[in-house]
């Protein structure tokens, strides 16, 4: 049985939640009064975490990913002393600028590790930082990395097609020091899970190679002890918790009320009589409060000893860790990329090649400069081919930087997010671009978040040829590009791939989409400059000649190879054509007007080309513009004969030019 202070610890969190949803007018209050057993058990007695310094680098992960159960975590943030989070800030709850909004956004300065809402998301995010903490501990060792990853997680976690491929993939690399806590209150938002699922949860996970103890979650002492056993354990652990959904108010614990429903001061009196609760709202008694507060304490002495491990290394070691750990990027990475850029301008001779290769070559040579660069692909390693002389991670070699993902795009994309969320490493994640759909979910919280993960995309138009419509992506550069603070990236040959490899490594707060044909393209950039010419977005690759500029094609990828060759038979019949190449709009967009309108032409006619939706090329194509690319799905066959079959064609593009002038 647990203790007159775990219980009363316990009910601080319930009914300091409950003051503050009542106090809002909405929230869900299911989390916070169902887990507060489960959530002392784990902060007070076992957490390595440092209040005071919220962002020590080997302080355990804790992830709610049933994050409508925001207020949990801020009570939790609250009692155990993060300055950010007041008494007044708790009070602040869902209102605007508020740290405690309706679900939990990223800032480990406030103690929340990521953003969680999206279910299912927030334990995909939990695995890619236990990824993190076990490729980090082999690389610099665990008197520097020796954490855990815990994530509470709900049936909606669990229902969703990620939290299966998270449970499958985990299990499999043995991921011992991930533990997740599954609130079983056999509730969901419509009733009962017995409306909609009726397997045994658990077994899903011990058949994954999972430890699994089941117990009754509405007991601290209980719960502490399962924590023990799992830590023990080299596989991850899951703890089946029992619990009781908004327990502790009568009129809805353990409904589908318990969920959601408006709760009135009612209910707060209601419960507070039925758990003999006597404090006014908002009042936690000063001894309680101290309780709390020495457990956010309770791992300063670790620390410190951890503080002194680090200091005691050399300067080189030290300056190595906490580089990565501030997410700089070492000295001569960026001559790697140019020089790499000189070589293949410089090639008299170009053997064309895939366009996803040359970002193989490149992230190749990364290897050895950027030794924080973990790399996930979703069985896809021949044709995209960036795995090469990277050694895979595994549950016997911790120390390869390349996880094999198998066919888990969903769980790809979210591990990639909470490896940039954890810190120390930098993502990326391979695919082809049609299945970023299933990447989707976790390109949008990396956008949002502002993680700086890279998602690398092959076989990014009808070019794929023969796999037919199925795998010709031609409305997904359009989506993608409307997605905010999300870099989007078409090269058109290997040094425009250099070049975006670049801007992609600088980012610091932006994710970027690094997208590349499946088939050869040729060298379109044959003049070397040091400047990186698609930083900003687009430029004229070939201006016009024999007059003032009469027509521009505007083209990406793999298409800008078709505008040069237009651009030769306009100039054949007298028409002087500029070429601009625009691997990025975004980056475009952010130059200033006088840039943008000499690159575009002023009073020019202005043809787009992109075997993709015109969507979103209409506000540079101006009021003389044409397109050519794709007006619907794509087709089975050679890739040369789609091209012609859809009209995205030299004498096509020259036609269209001429249409408008």
């Known amino acids: 049985m647990q203790n007159a202070t775990s219980d009363a610890m316990a009910n601080a969190i319930r009914f300091l939640s409950l003051d503050t949803i009542v106090h809002a007018g909405e929230g869900h209050q299911g989390v916070p009064l169902g887990m507060a057993e489960i959530a002392t058990a784990l902060f007070a007695r076992h957490l390595k975490f440092d209040a005071a310094n919220p962002t020590w680098p080997d302080r355990d992960r804790f992830v709610l990913s049933n994050g409508h159960g925001s207020m949990l975590l801020y009570s939790l943030l609250y009692l155990t002393g993060y300055e950010k989070i007041s008494l007044d800030q708790v009070k602040t709850f869902r209102e605007l600028g508020s740290h405690c909004a309706g679900h939990p956004e990223i800032d480990p300065a406030c103690g929340i590790e990521v953003t969680t809402g999206p279910l299912g998301q927030g334990i995909a995010n939990a695995f890619g930082m236990a990824v993190a903490e076990a490729y980090l501990s082999a690389r610099f060792g665990t008197e520097l990395v020796d954490h855990h990853t815990y994530a509470f997680v709900g049936d909606g976690c669990l229902q ?82 029992r619990t009781t959904i908004g327990r502790g108010i009568p009129r809805v614990q353990g409904q589908r009320g318990g969920h959601s429903a408006r709760l009135y001061p009612e209910d707060a009196a209601a419960a507070r009589e039925l758990l003999g609760w006597t404090h006014a709202p908002f009042e936690i008694p000063a001894d309680l409060l101290a309780t709390w507060r020495a457990a956010g304490r309770r791992s300063k002495a670790e620390h410190a000893a951890w503080r002194a491990r680090l200091a005691a290394l050399s300067a080189a070691d030290r300056a190595e860790f906490e580089r990565v750990q501030a997410g700089e990027l070492p000295a001569g990475w960026r001559e790697v990329l140019l020089a790499y850029k000189q070589r293949a301008a410089a090639d008299t001779e170009p053997k064309p090649k895939p366009g996803i290769f040359a970002s193989a070559e490149i992230n190749d040579l990364l290897v050895d400069v950027l030794p924080e660069r973990i790399v996930g692909c979703a069985d896809l390693e021949a044709p995209t081919s960036h795995k090469r002389s990277l050694a895979a991670f595994t549950a016997e070699d911790r120390a390869g930087a390349y996880v094999h993902c198998g066919v888990r795009e969903h769980v790809m994309g979210a591990m990639a997010t909470g490896i940039a969320a954890h810190g120390g490493a930098i993502p990326l994640a391979v695919t082809y671009l049609a299945f970023s759909d299933y990447e989707r ?23 794929v040829g023969k796999n037919g419509p199925t795998h010709q992506p031609v409305e997904i550069l359009a989506a993608l590009r409307a997605m905010p603070n999300m870099l989007v990236m078409r090269p058109a040959d290997a040094v425009e791939a250099a070049e975006c490899w670049e801007v992609a490594l600088e980012q610091r707060h932006t994710p970027a989409s690094l997208i590349f044909a499946r088939q050869a393209l040729p060298t379109v950039r044959s003049h070397h400059s040091d400047d990186n010419l698609s930083r900003r977005g687009a430029y004229v690759l070939a201006d016009a000649d024999g007059g003032a ?93 789609l091209y012609a079959h859809f ?11 001429k249409r408008h002038l």
């Open 549 to 641: 500029r009469a027509v521009t094609l505007l083209a990406t990828g793999s298409e800008v190879a078709i505008a040069l060759a237009a651009r030769d038979l306009l100039r054949a019949d007298g028409i002087p054509t500029a070429v601009v190449s625009m691997p990025c709009w975004a980056l475009f967009d952010a130059q200033d007007a006088d840039y943008r309108h000499a690159v575009l032409g002023a009073d020019t006619v202005r043809v787009g080309v992109e075997a993709a939706m015109r969507f979103g090329w209409d506000q540079y194509l101006g009021s003389r513009g044409g397109f050519v690319g794709m007006t619907g799905f794509g087709a089975s066959g050679p890739a040369d004969q």
């Open 441 to 463: 979910p976790a390109m949008r919280m990396a956008a949002l978040m502002g993680l700086p993960v890279k998602f690398v995309f092959s076989h990014d138009s009808i070019g």
């Open 160 to 241: 969703e097609g990620v939290g299966q491929e998270m449970i499958s993939l985990a299990g499999h690399l043995r991921l011992g020091k991930l533990i997740l806590f599954w609130d079983d209150n056999k509730i969901t938002d419509d009733g009962a899970t017995a409306l909609s699922i009726s397997e045994d949860v658990a077994a899903r996970f011990r058949a994954a190679d999972w430890q699994v103890i089941e117990l009754d979650g509405r007991d601290v002492d209980a719960v502490s002890a399962a924590i023990t056993l799992a830590k023990q354990d080299p596989r991850p652990s899951l703890l089946a918790c």
């Open 647 to 657: 009209g995205i064609t030299p004498a096509a593009v020259a036609a269209e030019a």
